[in-house]
């Protein structure tokens, strides 16, 4: 693994001591919320934030904030925006039926649509609540209308499913909403607790570059594979109607993929061919240049602060973005 | 319609004058907020709002403001309030299954389980967003907890399912988390803006005695019908599993009760039959009284407060338990 493209681990590692201390009092606060609510809530919100990956919305806010803030708001307040993210994807699995999230059985699965819904929305409730006990009433509306976006994005995602013809203008709006304002979120909140209101413009930018990024590149990922890396099968998008960027690029080229009915592409099989096809169209190195653009952007208008805070928001940016190379 | 039942409309009208000006301005909030986020949302989340019932909850937090206190920041909590319980609805009926609420068809009858979850989540975070506009972080910290309850108790109910042995206090727990917790937050967000601290407890106190009577009633009206009067099915709540105190009381006086498989209960027909059977037992009639008798408790109790403010807190106390009489 190279300086140029390091895990999330090592990220947390190199970006300043307080960087490990704080995203292990995230992990402890997100065990802690997960076991305060009798044994159910313990199992499957247990499960659900044990898969939320790789918290990269929590180390977001942690370098936002750098090593002066108050390390216990700080904690708090990526516990809080990781929350909102882990209800999110309980109900994204509730959404597509998903049976597996990053190759774990999800709450879904193991419980039922009922108590996946309920647990989203205990989950959700639990961000708020965190959020209060330290932040003020503008950190809460910071947090609340990104979680109204997130929400927008997702009916929005619905509303355009099984149309191949949408924009790429409408593709990144439901990407402004369902990904990077949560992004934004983090980095917003991670300013306000550390280098203050000068910086929060910039590090809202940054964090909206670093999410639109993320997101394209995980629709790349969606198409390019393979499964044992993203955890999930190819072409699934696909196959529940989203239209993602390297189709929308990928049908310019391919007259056969802009004759495709979406609604023709129902198994697994099927949706491989397709992946592939728009493999060969040559859409994916596209995209995903155009996300390595948003990263390099990202980091060289970051707003002025330390070096080792700018270092440390560097090597984020890089890690984001470290799984697709 | 006597003084001592009278409808939640002549209670607002009746509470004192800015009791119906408050309300009309929590309606304009709710109308804005469901139309501010494009076509889809203010088709979904109107048609909740619209169907969202008689507005209890804002209705105890206006009067347990009282008068005097800031009529902005009490309508802005009281549209909070309203939309936790409209967000929890719509996420019900995706619970549930169910094609109609209060006679209209719900969100996930004409949009779908994936519109209807994310709907719901939108509502959600809009109450803190509308909660945070005026209110400070220990205000949101009253209402993310109450929605953390109001999940749990969802939870609680879904692992409950089907069990007729369910005791007493299991049910009253549930009662607390599911119903009561919410009505507790909008008396508590009264007090905060009205007559402030001293009262907090009283009136948090006052809104779960209500809270659970309202859930009682309830539960005894899923027993006693009629449905053109409640919106919904006879014995919803036995097809679902759903076990309330009309059936723990009944299964005690009734033998062939108490050996029931619910799972047995599988079509309105013999849901029917087994509500004719509880109802045949007294029980409904035993769980009403307690239910009356909540409502007198928290009447008698209510703190030092002047007597138009107490007068309306009776007037709304009677209102909550009207339709049932």
């Given at each position: 693994m190279s300086a140029a493209a390091p895990t999330v681990e090592a990220v947390v590692a190199a970006a300043g001591s307080h960087v490990p201390r704080l995203m292990a009092q995230v992990e402890e606060r997100l065990t802690a919320l997960a076991g305060g609510h009798g044994p159910l809530l313990s199992r499957h919100a247990g499960d659900t934030i044990a898969a939320g990956g790789k918290r990269l919305r929590p180390l977001l806010l942690i370098v936002s904030a750098?090593?002066?803030?108050?390390g216990e708001r700080v904690a708090a307040a990526a516990a809080a925006v990781e929350l909102v993210h882990s209800a999110t994807l309980v109900h994204d699995d509730v959404l597509d039926d998903a049976a597996l999230r990053r190759g774990r059985p999800t709450v879904l699965a193991t419980a039922g649509r009922a108590m996946a819904t309920a647990t989203g929305d205990l989950l959700f409730s639990r961000a708020f609540a965190e959020l209060a006990r330290g932040g003020d009433a503008a950190d809460l509306r910071i947090l609340s209308s990104a979680a109204s976006d997130l929400a927008r994005g997702e009916l929005l995602q619905r509303a355009d499913?099984?149309?191949?013809?949408?924009?790429e203008a409408r593709y990144r709006l439901r990407c402004e909403l369902k990904t990077a304002r949560l992004f934004q979120a983090a980095c917003r909140l991670g300013a306000r607790l550390g280098p203050g209101v000068a910086a929060e413009e910039a590090l809202d930018e940054f964090g909206r570059r670093i999410g639109l990024a993320f997101q394209l590149l995980d629709d790349v990922l969606d198409v390019s594979g393979p499964p044992e890396r993203t955890g999930k099968t190819r072409g699934t998008d696909l196959l529940d109607g989203t239209v993602t960027l390297p189709l929308i690029r990928a049908r310019r080229r391919d007259p056969a993929l802009a004759r495709?009915?979406?609604?023709?592409?129902?198994d697994p099989t099927r949706a491989q061919e397709v992946c592939e096809a728009i493999a060969a169209t040559g859409a994916l190195d596209e995209v995903r240049t155009a996300a390595l653009e948003l990263v390099r952007d990202a980091k060289a208008q970051?707003?002025?602060?330390?070096p080792a805070q700018c270092r440390a928001l560097h090597l984020v940016a890089d890690g984001v973005v470290e799984r697709y190379r």
């Amino acid at each position: 693994m190279s300086a140029a493209a390091p895990t999330v681990e090592a990220v947390v590692a190199a970006a300043g001591s307080h960087v490990p201390r704080l995203m292990a009092q995230v992990e402890e606060r997100l065990t802690a919320l997960a076991g305060g609510h009798g044994p159910l809530l313990s199992r499957h919100a247990g499960d659900t934030i044990a898969a939320g990956g790789k918290r990269l919305r929590p180390l977001l806010l942690i370098v936002s904030a750098g090593e002066a803030a108050p390390g216990e708001r700080v904690a708090a307040a990526a516990a809080a925006v990781e929350l909102v993210h882990s209800a999110t994807l309980v109900h994204d699995d509730v959404l597509d039926d998903a049976a597996l999230r990053r190759g774990r059985p999800t709450v879904l699965a193991t419980a039922g649509r009922a108590m996946a819904t309920a647990t989203g929305d205990l989950l959700f409730s639990r961000a708020f609540a965190e959020l209060a006990r330290g932040g003020d009433a503008a950190d809460l509306r910071i947090l609340s209308s990104a979680a109204s976006d997130l929400a927008r994005g997702e009916l929005l995602q619905r509303a355009d499913a099984w149309d191949a013809e949408i924009s790429e203008a409408r593709y990144r709006l439901r990407c402004e909403l369902k990904t990077a304002r949560l992004f934004q979120a983090a980095c917003r909140l991670g300013a306000r607790l550390g280098p203050g209101v000068a910086a929060e413009e910039a590090l809202d930018e940054f964090g909206r570059r670093i999410g639109l990024a993320f997101q394209l590149l995980d629709d790349v990922l969606d198409v390019s594979g393979p499964p044992e890396r993203t955890g999930k099968t190819r072409g699934t998008d696909l196959l529940d109607g989203t239209v993602t960027l390297p189709l929308i690029r990928a049908r310019r080229r391919d007259p056969a993929l802009a004759r495709l009915n979406l609604r023709s592409v129902r198994d697994p099989t099927r949706a491989q061919e397709v992946c592939e096809a728009i493999a060969a169209t040559g859409a994916l190195d596209e995209v995903r240049t155009a996300a390595l653009e948003l990263v390099r952007d990202a980091k060289a208008q970051l707003p002025q602060l330390g070096p080792a805070q700018c270092r440390a928001l560097h090597l984020v940016a890089d890690g984001v973005v470290e799984r697709y190379r």
